[in-house]
């Protein structure tokens, strides 16, 4: 009996599925961001063998699940940037970058203090990934806290969620840099010089998408919507998506910065004839599939997470030292924020949590191999991981206390 190489891949996706939906009804419940859920559910799936339960096993290195988790990966962050247009980020201002920046910047500096005192006998380019690992804010995480506390029209939410908006954009360029280290376009330690060229690759790509791509996009679907043809919608967004995913990695970027950058380009002006004629909107149409695969590389960056590393010699100082980096790092954007009425507390809270980016180069990292400690990306990968976790289970609690100190300053009458 020949057996279907398939079978597997469709038990896989149906556990992954009905699993992702049950956790996030109970992370809702629990007030905690879905993206927790399905970590913890990969956690658990992943570490069966330890109560001897093999079946499950054969998934970490499913090459199509593999496959289906990039994608999903990629439609999630084409997601994120529809809610941005260049224009809109253009309008953020002055502190919103200025907040980004200095969080970004005290994020990759102190987690290059933490490689460089802890890992000293690795090269620039670890140190490096740890600060790439712990640089930017999840802004689906930030945007779930501040809803479920009732505070999404605040003015901090609002500095918070533009701020880190930005600071995806920094992201791109800062996944792009370590993307090039670890897929050995860098050899050796790294140079001063080659991180500054590749971010500067990175940026000159971006800008380019940016200038060129809103208006190659509005023709697009100019065309589109003369056409006619029903249904167009989504196939041409994906496919311009997917596109621009294949021209980053032509010039060696990751293509998670191109799947970024369409969504970003996407504005609702080019396509609303489009979406009048279906009567849904582009991110209607989109949201079943991120609904359907997202949730396939959170939890599979959850079974790859071996528990058992934790005991291993330096991951559990590696990952308490990057959370405290991470945390730190983070209160330094209360330096970026100018006039009154916002309080600094609350937007350097609101900015702890790290999510997708920080899983992208985690799940990089594994890739790392050293003579002194063959098992390093693995070492790496679980204490970033552990880093994610703490610092999403933390942003509830660090919000609700500055938000109820804010409110016990505020002046009666």
């Known amino acids: 009996m020949i057996r279907d190489p398939l079978a597997p891949v469709l038990l896989y996706l149906a556990i992954i599925a009905v699993g992702a939906k049950f956790v996030d009804w109970a992370m809702s419940r629990l007030r905690q961001p879905s993206v927790l859920g399905e970590l913890l559910l990969g956690v658990l799936l992943g570490n069966l063998p330890l109560l001897g339960i093999q079946v499950l096993e054969p998934m970490k290195a499913n090459t199509t699940i593999d496959a289906l988790a990039g994608l999903g990966l990629i439609v999630l962050l084409f997601d994120v940037g529809l809610e941005s247009t260049v224009s809109q980020m253009l309008k953020l201002g002055v502190t919103a970058v200025a907040v980004a920046l200095v969080g970004v910047l005290a994020s990759i500096a102190l987690g290059w203090g933490v490689g460089a005192l802890l890992l000293a006998h690795e090269p620039g380019h670890v140190h490096l990934v740890l600060g790439a690992a712990i640089c930017s804010t999840s802004v689906g995480i930030s945007a779930r806290v501040l809803r479920d506390l009732g505070r999404s029209q605040s003015a901090e939410a609002r500095l918070i969620l533009a701020a880190a908006l930005i600071d995806d954009v920094l992201g791109l360029v800062v996944i792009a840099v370590a ?52 249904g167009a919608l989504l196939p041409v967004a994906l496919g311009l998506c997917f596109a621009l995913c294949w021209l980053a990695t032509t010039v060696g970027l990751a293509p998670i910065v191109g799947a970024l950058s369409a969504g970003i380009i996407l504005e609702p002006l080019h396509y609303q004839d489009l979406e009048k004629r279906e009567d849904r909107t582009l991110h209607q149409l989109v949201y079943p599939i991120t609904s359907l695969l997202s949730p396939v ?60 980016v920080s899983l992208v180069v985690a799940n990089l990292a594994r890739t790392f191999q050293s003579r002194a400690r063959p098992r390093l990306g693995d070492v790496i990968f679980t204490a970033v991981v552990v880093t994610v976790l703490l610092t999403t289970l933390m942003t509830p609690l660090a919000l609700k206390w500055s938000l109820r100190l804010k409110a016990a300053e505020r002046p009666v009458g």
């Open 179 to 230: 993307g090039g280290v670890m897929s050995g376009l860098v050899v050796g330690d790294l140079s001063a010089g080659r991180v500054v060229s590749m971010a500067a690759e990175a940026a000159g790509f971006i800008l380019i998408v940016f200038i060129l791509g809103r208006y190659f996009s509005s023709r697009l679907f100019s065309l589109t919507s003369r056409l006619g043809a029903p």
């Open 297 to 356: 590389f959170f939890v599979l960056v959850g079974i790859r997470t071996d528990l058992r590393m934790l005991a291993a010699p330096g991951v559990l100082s590696l990952a308490t030292a990057l959370t405290l980096a991470a945390v730190l790092g983070k209160q330094a954007c209360a330096a970026g924020v100018f006039g009154k009425g916002v309080n600094r507390g609350t937007v350097a809270a609101g900015m702890i949590p790290r999510g997708e």
